[in-house]
């Protein structure tokens, strides 16, 4: 019984970390930031093929939630 509760706490947490996620997303897109149009992100458009790669986005992104997430833990200490 304990572990199913554990594990609602982790799934509950996942979709609230999801949410505030979505939540950024969507406000960057509302006050104009250029997400997914950085310099570094790759859009291939051939005939009937479209090729989109956010490198630059992905890369910003993923520094961010690492310092986000490593302010968050040390705090937690």
Same mark, same amino acid.
């Given at each position: 019984m304990n572990d199913l509760t554990t594990l $609602?706490?982790?799934?509950?947490? &996942? $979709?609230?970390g999801v949410l505030i996620l *979505? &939540? +950024?997303v969507w406000l960057a897109g509302k006050i104009g930031l250029p997400l997914g149009q950085l310099p570094g992100d790759i859009?291939?458009?051939? *005939? $009937? +093929?479209?090729? +989109?790669m956010p490198l630059a986005t992905s890369l910003l992104l993923s520094i961010l939630l690492t310092l986000?997430?490593?302010?968050?833990l040390q705090r937690m200490r």
């Open positions: $609602g706490r982790w799934i509950i947490l &996942a $979709g609230m *979505g &939540a +950024f859009h291939v458009e051939r *005939g $009937g +093929f479209s090729c +989109f986000l997430l490593n302010l968050i």
